[in-house]
């Protein structure tokens, strides 16, 4: 029996189509479980950060991370500048305290590989036994690997409050109003004073 080359190609194809390995789509439940795990990975991120524990920080990260930070300045790209920012961090208060986790959004892909969580929680920072309460909203992107999942990138920002906004636009304002005031007084005198007498 003669096959055509048109046949065997077609047979060909198909065989090694029907070896690929079909991508696996969690279901429902499945996708809850890991977001569940996504969010334990933050709370262990947390404790960490809490104990001053720099092993069990590492942990909950991959091998290439970037963090953003509460200071515009503050963008971290490598092992050494986070280990640089978080011994810092450590050495400028006496301790942390994280709240639990407030309205959390988690996005996930189908096959549960990479994920992004954003939440807010409260922070009690001790500083020379003076206690300092921040709201920050945060925000993680997780990537899974070996069946763990991982940090691979995040940003922090501190929340504030009406009052806050006000009192800080309050002393910006005043603070540039005083100053043009003063800069428009100093011209004025500059106007005002004769010219100098020149004795021949």
Same mark, same amino acid.
Request: hydrophobic residues 40%.
């Given at each position: 029996?003669?096959? @055509? !080359? #048109?046949?065997? %190609?077609?047979?060909?194809?198909? +065989?090694?189509? /029907?070896?690929? $390995?079909? $991508?696996?789509?969690? @279901?429902?439940? *499945?996708?809850?479980? =890991?977001? *569940?795990?996504? #969010?334990?990975?933050?709370?262990? +991120?947390?404790?960490? %950060?809490?104990?001053?524990? +720099?092993?069990? !920080?590492?942990?909950?990260?991959?091998? =290439?991370?970037?963090?953003?930070?509460?200071?515009?300045? =503050?963008?971290?790209?490598?092992?050494?500048?986070?280990?640089?920012?978080?011994?810092? #961090?450590?050495?400028?208060?006496?301790?942390?305290?994280?709240? =639990? %986790?407030?309205?959390?959004?988690?996005?996930?892909?189908?096959? /549960?590989?990479?994920?992004?969580?954003?939440?807010?929680?409260?922070?009690?920072?001790?500083?020379?036994?003076?206690?300092?309460?921040?709201?920050?909203?945060?925000?993680?992107? !997780?990537?899974? &690997?070996?069946?763990?999942?991982?940090?691979?990138?995040?940003?922090?920002?501190?929340?504030?409050?009406?009052? #806050?906004?006000?009192?800080?636009?309050? &002393?910006?304002? !005043?603070? @540039?109003?005083?100053?043009? @005031?003063?800069?428009?007084?100093?011209?004025?005198?500059? &106007?005002?004073?004769?010219? $100098?007498?020149?004795? *021949?």
């Amino acid at each position: 029996m003669r096959f @055509s !080359l #048109q046949i065997i %190609l077609i047979l060909i194809v198909s +065989f090694f189509l /029907a070896c690929q $390995p079909k $991508p696996k789509f969690l @279901s429902p439940l *499945e996708i809850q479980n =890991e977001k *569940e795990k996504v #969010q334990k990975v933050i709370v262990d +991120f947390h404790v960490a %950060l809490e104990d001053k524990n +720099f092993g069990k !920080l590492v942990e909950t990260l991959a091998d =290439e991370v970037i963090f953003f930070g509460t200071d515009s300045s =503050e963008i971290i790209k490598t092992f050494a500048d986070f280990k640089m920012a978080i011994d810092k #961090q450590w050495k400028d208060y006496d301790k942390i305290d994280y709240g =639990e %986790l407030r309205d959390v959004s988690i996005q996930m892909d189908d096959n /549960a590989t990479l994920a992004s969580i954003i939440y807010g929680t409260n922070a009690v920072i001790t500083i020379a036994g003076v206690n300092v309460e921040y709201y920050l909203r945060i925000a993680r992107i !997780l990537r899974k &690997k070996d069946d763990r999942w991982l940090i691979v990138s995040g940003i922090v920002g501190i929340v504030r409050n009406d009052d #806050q906004i006000q009192r800080d636009y309050e &002393k910006n304002t !005043l603070g @540039s109003t005083k100053q043009n @005031s003063q800069e428009q007084s100093d011209q004025k005198e500059k &106007k005002d004073q004769k010219p $100098p007498v020149l004795k *021949e």
